[in-house]
């Protein structure tokens, strides 16, 4: 089964950092483009990071840049989102999500996401 | 930058009746590979987004035939023929020619 599981979420303060980890199995993750998507509470869904199949590529939303870090391990399996000083606004639930160059050239499959909030 | 425009912001559907979203971007989605990069998705209450449209007017798997997508270079439309009361949710259109950007969204309800 196709799946991505995202892990790291939770309470941080303003300032603070967390590290989001996203578990994928049921592809060949290491020959894909893989992507952060965010969705702050009520709000509509924004692109944050991607990065490509063999991590040497990277780009970021300018909200976010100079402060977060998209990495990947082919080995795990695992596509990483390191946030540092960390601003109430970064609070959403983070999709980890798969981009399909191959056929959809979309995004097809996407984690149930972590919540990340950031207050004092 | 490309910006995204999506229309309306919500919709009040009938069950059984068609419903119809817009999208418009301010620079034309058309690769030079011949494919245009505009790309429709739900999301379902306490779900994740899911893909119904690719490139512009292809049905994800899965996705019923009530879904239709069309329209080129800036402006598409998202048809569904007859909505159902599983179709309530929002739904986006996004861009992915240059970094991937989505329109604001439309409320779908009932």
């Known amino acids: 089964e196709v799946q991505l599981v995202e892990s790291g979420g939770g309470l941080v303060q303003p300032g603070g950092s967390l590290r989001l980890s996203c578990a994928a199995s049921?592809?060949?993750?290491?020959?894909?483009?893989m992507h952060w998507v965010r969705q702050a509470p009520g709000k509509g869904v924004v692109w944050v990071s991607r990065?490509?199949?063999?991590?040497?590529?990277?780009s970021y939303a300018d909200s976010v840049k100079g402060r977060f870090t998209i990495s990947r391990d082919n080995a795990k399996n695992t596509l990483y989102l390191q946030m540092n000083s960390l601003r109430v606004e970064d609070t959403a639930v983070y999709y980890c999500?798969?981009?399909?160059?191959?056929?959809?050239?979309?995004?097809?499959?996407w984690g149930q996401g972590t919540m990340v909030t950031v207050s004092s | 930058d490309i910006v995204m425009t999506q229309s309306p912001l919500s919709l009040s559907v009938t069950p059984g009746e068609p419903a119809s979203i817009s999208c418009r971007s301010s620079?034309?989605?058309?690769?030079?590979?011949?494919?245009?990069?505009l790309d429709w998705y739900l999301q379902k209450p306490g779900q994740p987004p899911q893909l119904l449209i690719y490139?512009?007017?292809n049905r994800a798997s899965g996705v019923p035939g009530r879904f239709s997508g069309s329209g080129s270079g800036t402006n598409f439309t998202l048809k569904i023929s007859r909505v159902e009361a599983e179709d309530v949710g929002l739904y986006y259109c996004?861009?992915?020619?240059?970094?991937?950007?989505f329109g604001g969204g439309t409320k779908v309800e009932i």
């Open positions: 999500v798969h981009y399909d160059s191959s056929a959809y050239h979309a995004f097809d499959i």
């Open positions: 049921g592809f060949t993750f290491s020959s894909y483009w």
């Open positions: 990065i490509n199949s063999d991590g040497s590529t990277t």
């Open positions: 620079q034309s989605l058309v690769h030079k590979n011949g494919h245009t990069y």
């Open positions: 490139l512009g007017s």
């Open positions: 996004m861009q992915a020619l240059q970094t991937p950007l």
